[in-house]
């Protein structure tokens, strides 16, 4: 079942103007309009939140803006400009989140996540890193998956706040209720559903559709149709002459699994000699399908490293051929690599008796497009005597940095990703507990050695220019070994809180 991503830029136009001019950009709270000519008419074509706030709308004669609102700010509208920029968007959400991606002028974009949502960990936290992405960049934004791209449009639009996500099935009672307006209508057809007393989309999906026809012409049913789901709407995905490509087209579609994968082995190969020809090795490659009913299918595969060895390329992508539904037939099929790095060649082994370097990057590749590249990562020391910041997460393919761990004080097999606060019996502040409390199990130390006093980083925050704690390794009775730690120095109260935690479980 396919699943469509809506994205809605409410502010596209006044959010990058914004970026366009950094330091010189009017302050958030200055209500700023963009205003542009409409036929012979110059009217408000976008405004931002703080115009919003003080009662301005697009489509507003400029006169009409600019007499009530004192200190605003007007500029000129670009559309160009913006339509630009918003291609150069679809390319970046291209590289990151599935193979068919499309600008859906003049706010948005329309992304098709079938089978790529697992990548991110779900709708709901793909949504959600999509919107915080925009919002970390200045930009508002506001995200609805659904089956259709009508569903999740109006979605996006009129049900967001900030992300919605719509349930397989379910698009024709999420948008039954929404004004006709979420159709993606012309704005006369619009204006003239209100005036014959149309409101909502269900009131006009109810109704025989030859008067309706007859009156505003195809498109209102045919919309009707995209966004319920009864008629496919193809999303022509967004291309650029950068980009590595090739492609095969076929005089009779093709729809058997051993013929496809065939064929992408072809294109694997034909894209491998591109790749070579320029230096270059895939980091990211999508293998779009057209189908003969004007839909697309897809299979996106990512490596960790550049690659541009057909044999890797050709089992990442053939580990997929069994998700595709080819309908009646496949008719084009193209293969582009979407992300490619520079790729230099380089000497595996130096001589006859030299054991080659173990490379775990085909398993990398393998693991990451399965459960998503995301979650896998390896561990990074970090130049910190804090131990909760000595580490930190990276690709698993990252070049090392050299650093290491200090190996003159013992360190927890597994560190606790938050200390854990214990209840303890201590004879003097200087010295181990004699018993700890932790979830609910009393334990009682047979063994202890320590202190080691960690100082807190003076250079990061002032309240750490006094803190400290005093870790212990202790042993129980039953001989499972603990790092624990006081929080403060056991005399002075600002120096910590005095209370104990456990932080790491040895062997």
């Known amino acids: 079942m396919p699943r469509v991503v809506s994205l809605f830029l409410p502010s596209w136009p ?29 009217v408000v074509l976008s405004v931002n939140a703080a115009a919003i706030a003080a009662g301005l709308r697009p489509r507003m004669a400029a006169t009409k803006a600019q007499a009530p609102v004192a200190g605003l700010v ?44 697992h990548l991110h960990g779900g709708e709901d936290l793909m949504l ?11 930009i508002e934004a506001r995200a ?30 999420t948008i039954r209720d929404l004004p006709v307006a979420a159709l993606r209508l ?18 006009v999906a109810g109704v025989p559709r030859a008067p309706l026809a007859l009156r505003f012409g195809p498109e209102l049913g045919r919309r009707i149709d995209q966004a319920m789901g009864e008629v496919a709407e193809p999303i022509d995905p967004v291309r650029t002459p950068e980009l590595i490509e090739v492609r095969r087209s076929f005089g009779e579609p093709i729809a058997a699994a051993e013929t496809i994968a065939r064929y992408a082995a072809k294109l694997v190969g034909a894209l491998c000699l591109v790749l070579e020809e320029r230096g270059l090795g895939a980091r990211r490659v999508d293998l779009l399908f057209h189908r003969v009913d004007n839909t697309y299918q897809a299979i996106r595969a990512g ?16 580990d997929r051929i069994e998700t595709i539904d080819p309908g009646f037939g496949i008719e084009i099929m193209s293969l582009t690599a979407t992300h490619a790095e520079p790729l230099v060649a380089r000497q595996v082994v130096s001589s006859l008796v030299e054991e080659p370097e173990a490379d775990v990057s085909g398993l990398i590749d393998i693991l990451g497009n399965r459960i998503g590249a995301r979650r896998l990562y390896r561990f990074q020391p970090v130049a910190s005597d ?35 606060a214990i209840e303890t019996m201590a004879l003097l502040p200087d010295h181990p507990p004699v018993s700890f409390t932790w979830r609910g199990v009393r334990r009682r130390v047979k063994r202890a050695d320590g202190p080691e006093r960690v100082f807190g980083e003076w250079w990061k925050r002032d309240a750490e220019l006094v803190a400290v704690r005093d870790y212990f390794q202790v042993e129980d009775d039953a001989g499972e070994r603990y790092w624990i730690y006081r929080a403060g120095d056991g005399e002075h109260s600002e120096t910590g809180s ?10």
Do not use: C
Not at 131 to 138: A, I, K, L, P, Y
């Open 144 to 173: 609805a998956v659904a089956d259709t791209w009508g569903a999740a449009h109006a979605g996006a639009r009129f049900l967001a706040h900030p992300t919605l996500v719509v349930a397989p099935g379910a698009q024709q009672e």
């Open 498 to 507: 005095h209370q104990w935690f456990l932080h790491g479980i040895f062997g």
């Open 386 to 420: 804090v131990p909760e910041r000595s580490i930190n997460r990276i690709a698993p393919m990252a070049p090392d940095e050299g650093l290491a761990w200090p190996g003159h004080w013992p360190r927890p097999v597994r560190l606790l990703l938050h200390p854990e």
């Open 74 to 117: 007007v500029m000129d509208a670009d559309p160009a400009a913006d339509q630009e920029a918003l291609e150069r968007l679809a390319l970046w959400a291209l590289q990151r989140y599935a193979p068919i991606v499309a600008a859906d002028p003049p706010d948005g974009l329309v992304i098709d996540t079938t089978g790529a949502d």
């Open 128 to 138: 959600s890193g999509m919107v915080n992405r925009f919002f970390g960049s200045g």
């Open 186 to 203: 012309d704005p006369a057809i619009v204006h003239g559903l209100r005036v014959l007393g149309f409101n909502a989309i269900g009131e």
């Open 14 to 42: 006044t959010d990058r103007l914004r970026r366009k001019l950094g330091d010189a950009a009017p302050p958030a709270e200055t209500p700023l309009v963009l205003v542009g000519r409409e036929q012979r008419r110059r």
């Open 303 to 318: 490596t960790a490293t550049p690659v541009r060895d057909a044999k890797r390329l050709i089992r990442l992508i053939t």
